[in-house]
């Protein structure tokens, strides 16, 4: 696997900075933030009794469209697994605080968690242990706390910059999950890392294949659950034929492995067919809402990081490749990408 390098800083919710831009995230540079916080003692707490998460969960899992999947839920079960899983408190923080800030990924953080346990079930080995790692998927979008609420709450399309700034969410909550967890190797650091990886190679922010069984079904829950829900680039959500339709088509790409998908079919059938006995059909009859701008990118004005004024863009040579380059109109300085990055983060 490539050595990832941050494109942009980490920070903690109280705005320690952790990493600053430009740091390859080699096993020793880990190993080295996380001797900041060997002496550091957290307080473990009961998921199951922390504020009203549990009570949330159930109450989103019970209604549509998420009702179809679990309405043979168990409630008997998913309390004896959920009381055995603690996190630490500055993980629970990051609950309260997108519970305040940002409803939408608070809820989508409990739904993936409840979506991964049902999938599991039916995919992996009965393991208690396999399946309790599972609670990863409560904190894959952890390193959303290092993307400004104003990006995350964008309802026009999304310029260059803060795609890349929202992007940052994978490595920073990898970061960030290493350092509180004390362990880069952990499986909750891995799914914050992977989950926007793809089977194909298609993913980011490594773009390496997706091939942990667990870390792909918390990846294909994520995109599901997005899907379903309304957002503010999307005010009108997916109904549930085309949301499966769509992640079908992922499949058929390559994208996710078919079982995945077929399991995820099955569970929203009735009779709640074996996922390998499960047919999907090949029609498409559902419709995508009208009014989404997902994926769609805008040209911005670049500024220049020495006078603010506005610049020209250049293609240049170098090492047998194109290099882009700007030239401020006003002082004439030449940057390139790296010169704007620094800057990036500032304008938000």
């Known amino acids: 696997m490539k050595t990832p390098k941050l494109d942009y800083s980490v920070h903690t919710l109280d705005n320690q900075l952790l990493l600053p831009a430009g740091t390859e995230l080699t096993p020793e540079a880990l190993d080295e933030l996380i001797a900041t916080n060997k002496d550091a003692s957290y307080r473990s707490v009961s998921f199951l009794n922390y504020d009203t998460v549990y009570q949330d969960m159930l109450s989103i899992l019970q209604k549509p469209p998420y009702n179809v999947i679990f309405e043979r839920l168990d409630e008997e079960a998913i309390f004896a697994l959920t009381k055995k899983i603690r996190f630490v408190q500055p993980v629970l923080e990051f609950l309260d605080y997108f519970k305040e800030k940002d409803y939408y990924t608070y809820k989508h953080s409990l739904v993936v968690f409840g979506l991964s346990i049902n999938l599991a079930q039916d995919l992996l080995e009965k393991s208690a242990d396999r399946i309790m790692e599972l609670m990863a998927g409560t904190l894959h979008d952890f390193g959303k706390i290092c993307v400004p609420l104003r990006i995350l709450k964008k309802s026009n399309p999304l310029t260059r910059s803060s795609k ?68 503010p680039f999307r005010p009108t959500p997916f109904d549930n034929r085309t949301a499966l339709e769509e992640i079908t088509e992922m499949a058929k790409k390559g994208k996710f492995s078919l079982e995945v998908v077929q399991t995820l079919v099955s569970q929203n059938r009735k009779d709640k067919p074996h996922f390998r006995d499960c047919e999907i059909s090949s029609e498409k009859r559902g419709i995508p809402p009208p009014d989404s701008i997902y994926g769609v990118i805008v040209d911005e004005e670049i500024i220049c990081p020495n006078c603010h004024g506005s610049s020209i863009k250049r293609k240049t040579p170098k090492d047998e490749r194109e290099q882009i380059r700007y030239e401020c109109r006003g002082c004439g300085k030449e940057f390139d990408e790296d010169d704007l990055k620094n800057i990036d983060m500032e304008k938000y």
Do not use: T, W
């Not at 992007?167 to 890392?193: I, K, M, N, P, T």
């Not at 190679?201 to 829900?229: F, R, T, W």
């Open 164 to 231: 890349n700034i929202l992007e940052h969410h994978a490595l920073a909550g990898f970061v960030l999950l290493s350092y509180y967890l004390q362990d880069h190797q952990s499986f909750a650091a891995q799914v914050a890392r992977e989950h926007h990886e793809r089977k194909d190679n298609s993913g980011y922010p490594l773009g390496i294949p997706l091939e942990d069984k667990m870390v792909e079904i918390i990846a294909a829950c994520d995109v599901y659950d997005a899907l379903l829900s309304p957002r």
